[in-house]
């Protein structure tokens, strides 16, 4: 009997910490913000988690009309562009050379669009921000920004960080921030997304120091602010490449949790 109700408890216990205790009981901040490389893909801490594909999107959009954007320099053009593969069957086309325009692709109820937009001040890139904040129709289900290589390379760090805080800003003004994964819902998961993707470092540690010390001037921002910053994906197991040379993105994905939408 004894050993009964010890477990009854133990068990009723655990399940309080992760549901009351545990501010991350979804895993959604581990997705964005922890995790680690195996065997070529990179796994979040705590989770399992879903590679969504073109099929899975659409249901998350109920089949109506949502947009993706992804705004920023070249290396968040190469996320753009693994997107879209995983939109259509051409999982293992080579990633194009980088190339510095605006970019979209639409398959079924989803629109995808890349805004070539280095210093993170182009009407189009506000445009998609006052939606997000409006909860236009027109609005993105997922806006990730970020281009902050460009802001490394250019020694700019303290600018770019304002940057960030003014677009962060301007979207909370009506549409105020929510701990990610605070509320999850099974049809729309934690709902339309902003992002702030951060710069991409190298292994090198000589030549990866501007982009730490931008990285840890948003970590630190992104408290203050507040806003969602992907700091999980700082570091990949490849040679560094700058914007200003072709590369191919590899291994740079986005999940969600099995069962949940964006």
């Not at 250019?154 to 304002?162: I, K, L, Q, T």
Request: proline share 6%.
């Amino acid at each position: 009997m004894f050993s009964e109700l010890f477990i009854v408890t133990t068990v009723a216990v655990l399940a309080l910490q992760h549901y009351i205790f545990d501010n991350d009981p979804y895993k959604c901040q581990s997705l964005i913000q922890t995790g680690h490389w195996l065997a070529g893909e990179w796994r979040p801490s705590g989770c399992g988690a879903v590679q969504y594909g073109s099929r899975s999107l659409q249901t998350c959009t109920r089949h109506r009309k949502r947009n993706i954007v992804f705004a920023g320099d070249l290396q968040l053009e190469g996320t753009y562009y693994h997107f879209v593969q995983r939109m259509t069957t051409s999982k293992n086309k080579p990633v194009p050379a980088p190339r510095e325009r605006d970019l979209h692709h639409e398959s079924g109820s989803v629109s995808l669009a890349f805004l070539y937009d280095p210093h993170l001040n182009g009407s189009l890139l506000m445009n998609a921000a006052e939606a997000f904040r409006d909860q236009t129709p027109e609005s993105p289900m997922l806006l990730t920004i970020g281009a902050a290589n460009t802001a490394s390379e250019s020694a700019s760090p303290e600018e770019y960080v304002d940057r960030v805080r003014s677009i962060a800003s301007l979207v909370h003004t009506c549409r105020p921030h929510r701990e990610l994964g605070s509320h999850v819902d099974y049809d729309t998961g934690p709902g339309d997304l902003l992002l702030f993707a951060p710069a991409e470092e190298s292994f090198h540690v000589e030549r990866s120091k501007p982009f730490r010390e931008l990285n840890q001037k948003l970590r630190i921002a992104s408290v203050e602010t507040p806003f969602h910053l992907t700091s999980a994906f700082t570091r990949r197991p490849v040679r560094k490449i700058t914007s200003s040379q072709a590369r191919s993105w590899s291994k740079r994905t986005f999940f969600a949790p099995a069962g949940t939408c964006f």
